[in-house]
């Protein structure tokens, strides 16, 4: 707990603010235990434990997870008395991870999907259909499946050093895509992973 309050503190001076809008869990194992280390599960609660003492003094004034599966959000929610409030996780149209989703949605947890366009990956998809879509809609693959996630009320989180993809990214809000696209892009989906895949984490 210490440790957690400790981080905090720090992150607070590096940003050189008195609060935090959102804090987060970022994985749901310890970084120097192995992911099958059942100590994972109680050093999980004892941080959250500290995140809402955190929230408690309106320092973070919401507080999430990020990485969590469905058993950790489960075990979470079980002995917290603050909820987490976002799942920051990866999702996009090869990973569409429903299940999750859909638990997180029931329970009013935000899903945040970050690499939207698994790093870059999926805009190099050759698909004629999706790119009709694009052509369609007068948009770019990458927008087509950064549209995907906010149209199923998922917050994408992008990130990007250039200006112009930065434009490109915001560009989304003006159109929509119909069921039968939505349908169609969710066929991508493969249950891939591009960044680390947290279901191992006990």
């Not at 400790?6 to 008195?18: A, I, T």
């Not at 973070?60 to 075990?75: C, D, K, P």
Request: aromatic letters at 6%; glycine letters at 6%; charged letters at 25%.
């Amino acid at each position: 707990r210490g440790k957690a309050m400790e981080c905090f503190h720090n992150s607070l001076e590096r940003l050189q603010v008195d609060y935090v809008d959102l804090y987060l869990i970022g994985w749901p194992g310890a970084h120097d235990l192995d992911e099958t280390d059942s100590r994972n599960s109680l050093l999980r609660l004892e941080t959250w434990k500290t995140m809402e003492k955190i929230h408690s003094t309106g320092r973070a004034r919401a507080i999430g997870v990020s990485n969590f599966e469905i058993s950790h959000l489960e075990e979470l929610i079980h002995e917290c008395v603050v909820p987490p409030a976002v799942n920051q996780v990866e999702v996009h149209p090869r990973l569409t991870r429903r299940a999750l989703v859909r638990y997180c949605r029931d329970r009013g947890i935000v899903v945040e999907a970050f690499s939207p366009l698994g790093t870059g990956n999926l805009v190099d998809v050759s698909n004629d259909d999706v790119k009709t879509i694009g052509e369609r809609h007068g948009k770019t693959l990458a927008q087509i499946f950064l549209r995907w996630n906010p149209q199923q009320g998922n917050v994408v989180l992008t990130r990007t050093a250039d200006s112009d993809h930065r434009s490109e990214n915001l560009d989304i809000f003006d159109f929509e895509l119909t069921d039968q696209e939505m349908r169609l892009i969710d066929t991508l989906n493969q249950g891939k992973f591009y960044c680390s895949d947290p279901r191992t984490v006990v």
